[in-house]
């Protein structure tokens, strides 16, 4: 059974500055900068015949104009117990947007998927033992200067079982303006 999620891919110029901020924490396990991916929506374990619903149903998705977002700072998810080192991901309205037509793609599709609040992020590294303090003390001292990217696609990607961190599989492109160019002559 496949694992599947929507997601955005990284520029490669991106990809290259936050590798370099990989390193000098303690307990972290650091993400292959060729899986750095921003999820979009997460349907997890499916059949294949859920599967090729969910491509149908995106492919049956809306068109949207091309936009940019930004990957601006870096920071943790877990508080007290921190278990993720991220880069955030802002891209305002047309990135909700976004969101809100892969789950309806899912919803179409009726395949469960992931409900929770929509956070924007790249993952950098998981952490297991890393301590509140260091995290902090490594958060103080990587500076991430913000950079944008071009948003014109939204990727089907699956993911083998594992501990987190990939490798992914591009299982489908679906491009967001196709359409919207054609109408919008």
Avoid: C
């Avoid at 307990?27 to 619903?53: K, L």
């Avoid at 149903?57 to 104009?65: C, R, Y």
């Avoid at 014109?152 to 083998?160: I, Q, T």
């Amino acid at each position: 059974m496949p694992r599947l999620f929507t997601g955005l891919r990284v520029t490669p110029e991106i990809s290259n500055a936050l590798a370099m901020k990989r390193g000098g924490l303690v307990g972290a396990r650091w993400i292959e900068p060729e899986n750095y991916h921003i999820t979009i929506g997460f349907a997890g374990d499916m059949d294949h015949g859920s599967a090729h619903e969910l491509m149908r149903a995106l492919d049956d998705m809306p068109s949207l104009p091309p936009f940019s977002i930004s990957i601006a700072g870096l920071d943790a998810f877990g508080g007290d117990k921190p278990r993720a080192i991220i880069a955030h991901v802002e891209g305002g309205d047309e990135l909700r947007q976004l969101k809100g037509l892969s789950d309806a793609a899912m919803r179409r599709a009726q395949v469960n998927f992931d409900r929770r609040r929509f956070t924007p992020h790249v993952t950098l590294a998981r952490l297991r033992h890393a301590s509140a303090l260091d995290v902090a003390d490594y958060l103080g001292s990587a500076v991430l200067m913000p950079m944008r990217m071009q948003v014109e696609e939204l990727v089907l990607f699956s993911s083998r079982d594992s501990r987190g961190g990939g490798p992914y599989r591009t299982e489908q492109t679906i491009e967001l303006y196709d359409q919207y160019e054609e109408l919008a002559y």
